[in-house]
């Protein structure tokens, strides 16, 4: 079975700065993962998702993903924050093309507090 | 424009009472999910369903039940044998179902907020 962990439940930073949100990820086999972005009392919307192919992601709003299959981790990076940036933000797997379904696992969430 | 919507957006409700959660789609999905979701603990899988007429039980189901009986709609039902309603309710779809594809990406609606009270 698959699981998802991130490590940080609340990232605070100042406006401008870099950020980086963290996703581990345990599976036996190949997976896909994605990072979703939810505003206050709204759905989820899709940031960047990877596949296959290149390990390094980029997605909307600037952000970018790389995939460290050795590290079974999938970090969020974005290199200037704003404060349109708050929100929560959620990293999930499914099982890659070995397998027949494409289940979504979440993590438990990181909220991203930009501040001025 | 295509997407996703979930009526109503704040839903409160007495003890003992059976609420159902509304959610419509036109993208032409063939699979719908819900999720509820708690602080701290991300999204949780309720139930989906791949096909009309056709759900299965996800990971948290007791306590919920679901119809599908057209392809662009997928209610969900509270009933009181839920023990802990109070949450945010997501609906999801995607273009095929789990067992038919290894990835899908899910698109979701802006939720329902239920508070038991």
């Known amino acids: 079975a698959q699981s998802v962990t991130q490590l940080d439940s609340q990232v605070p930073v100042f406006e401008e700065a870099p950020v980086e949100l963290r996703c581990n990820y345990s599976?036996?086999?190949?997976?896909?993962l994605f990072w979703y972005v939810q505003y206050p009392n709204q759905g989820l919307q899709l940031l960047l998702k990877?596949?296959?192919?290149?390990?390094l992601v980029k997605g909307i709003n600037g952000f970018e993903a790389e995939f460290n299959k050795s590290q079974t981790s999938f970090h969020l990076r974005k290199p200037s924050v704003h404060i349109s940036d708050t929100a929560e933000y959620f990293c999930?797997?499914?099982?890659?093309?070995?397998?027949?379904?494409?289940?979504?696992?979440f993590g438990q969430g990181t909220t991203l507090q930009v501040k001025p | 424009d295509g997407g996703i919507t979930q009526s109503p957006k704040y839903l409160f409700r007495k003890e003992g009472q059976n609420v159902t959660l509304s959610c419509e789609q036109n993208?032409?999905?063939?699979?719908m999910y819900w999720y509820r979701q708690d602080p701290g603990q991300g999204l949780r899988l309720i139930y989906y369903?791949?096909?009309?007429?056709?759900?299965q039980k996800g990971d948290i189901a007791e306590g919920y039940s679901v119809s599908r009986e057209k392809k662009e709609s997928f209610p969900l039902t509270v009933t009181s044998a839920q023990k802990n309603p109070t949450a945010f309710y997501l609906c999801?779809?995607?273009?095929?179902?789990?067992?038919?594809?290894?990835?899908?990406?899910?698109?979701f609606g802006p939720g329902t907020r239920l508070t038991v009270l």
């Open positions: 599976s036996s086999v190949s997976v896909y």
């Open positions: 990877y596949l296959s192919g290149s390990t």
């Open positions: 369903s791949q096909i009309v007429n056709d759900f």
């Open positions: 993208l032409n999905h063939d699979a």
């Open positions: 999930a797997v499914s099982r890659g093309p070995s397998s027949n379904t494409g289940k979504l696992i």
């Open positions: 999801a779809s995607s273009i095929q179902g789990l067992a038919y594809s290894s990835y899908n990406e899910q698109f």
